[in-house]
């Protein structure tokens, strides 16, 4: 692709550290990610650790945390490093985001400082996976109504439950886990070695089959004390964490967006319709200037929402916002990309397909379309209408 998309000069909107680090994720996309990610998602297998361990070593995991071998890049910089992972596969963002924005700043926010110490500094180098379990089979969008149950049992705990849909679930080693206990909700660090913890992959996906996606089990795992994070209680732990990933995903699909408007104008350039190119069309060019739009306005948004973010008077409304938006506009760039690609579209020689796939994924996971709907409409209004 020569032709640049940034219609809008957002470029001159970043900081030179900022677009280093893009350059950076751009490329490790490039070279490592998009070479491979046909046969990945054909197989639905990927080689999670040693990605983990790549990712570590160019630091972009947990990169906006400080501290513990971090690498305390600003909340925009995080967000160009999402992009441009998503851009080669949203499930490789999800390994990002879940070890970064859930996992890691479950510990890293909310943990005793032994374990931030123990398990911090091997998870930002991706010597160790984290795993966040907190969607169970039959409570997503109300994790108020989760069954999973962690009961005191001398000084120790003993957690009962099973989480779902739980990325890195099968290739983690330490998993927080999030379970009622007599004084509300509490999360908790479980090494995934713990006797009675196990994580089945879940199989035969259609979307994200470039990422591990697993189901939690616990029965009568037991934990020291030492476990328990100490500085959550209550649902805003987990919510407070949700707002991190989605923050990610603000950015991310604005990169699958990308990469199918980018493959749609390539194609369109060579491929001859009635003599001349498909992109010299007045109705092709209709769409990709829509498209581009839209993209460009994503992109804006997710930038000013990080800036936002940095003064830290993001609020989760505007993170809703920002979710809602990006996500539903990335979906539709994917499926307008694929009209122009027209049969040639579905095949796995194109990326468009994957990236509309795993979309659909994206926009109900960390709150679905109408949980965002509701989270905005409580702010114009004052009602809260999730009941």
Request: proline letters at 4%; hydrophobic letters at 40%; charged letters at 20%.
């Amino acid at each position: 692709m020569t032709v640049s998309l940034d219609l809008v000069d957002v470029d001159s909107l970043l900081t030179s550290e900022e677009l280093d680090i893009r350059a950076t994720a751009r490329r490790f996309a490039d070279e490592r990610l998009r070479p491979q990610l046909p046969e990945w998602f054909e197989s639905a297998t990927i080689p999670a650790r040693e990605l983990a361990k790549e990712l570590g070593s160019l630091g972009f995991l947990g990169m906006h945390l400080t501290g513990y071998g971090c690498a305390g890049v600003g909340p925009v910089a995080y967000g160009l490093a999402c992009l441009e992972i998503e851009a080669a596969d949203s499930g490789m963002r999800s390994l990002v985001s879940v070890q970064g924005s859930l996992a890691m700043y479950a510990i890293w926010k909310y943990g005793s400082e032994e374990q931030k110490s123990e398990w911090l500094p091997r998870m930002a180098a991706g010597e160790a996976i984290g795993c966040f379990g907190l969607t169970e089979p039959d409570f997503g969008s109300n994790p108020a109504g989760m069954r999973t149950n962690a009961r005191r049992d001398g000084d120790d705990w003993v957690l009962n439950g099973s989480k779902m849909w739980i990325t890195n679930g099968s290739v983690a080693d330490v998993a927080v886990v999030w379970a009622r206990a007599e004084d509300g909700v509490r999360g908790f660090v479980v090494p995934t070695d713990t006797d009675g913890f196990s994580a089945p992959e879940i199989t035969r996906k259609m979307s994200l089959r470039a990422s591990v996606t697993s189901e939690l089990v616990l029965a009568d795992v037991r934990l020291p004390a030492s476990a328990m994070l100490p500085e959550a209680r209550g649902l805003s732990g987990p919510l407070g964490c949700l707002n991190e990933a989605r923050f990610g995903i603000i950015f991310g699909a604005m990169g699958a967006a990308r990469d199918c408007l980018e493959t749609a104008l390539d194609y369109a350039a060579e491929r001859q319709v009635f003599d001349k190119p498909l992109s010299a069309y007045q109705l092709t060019q209709a769409k990709f200037a829509d498209m581009s739009v839209e993209l460009n306005k994503g992109i804006l948004l997710a930038v000013h929402l990080g800036r936002l973010k940095e003064k830290g008077s993001l609020r989760p409304e505007q993170v809703s916002v920002g979710k809602l938006n990006n996500v539903r506009e990335a979906i539709a760039i994917a499926r307008e990309c694929r009209t122009i690609l027209a049969a040639n579209g579905i095949s796995g020689e194109y990326p468009i397909m994957r990236h509309a796939n795993n979309l659909e994924s994206v926009l109900t996971y960390e709150g679905t379309s109408e949980v965002h709907q509701l989270v905005i409409g409580q702010a114009l209004t004052g009602q809260a209408a999730f009941r």
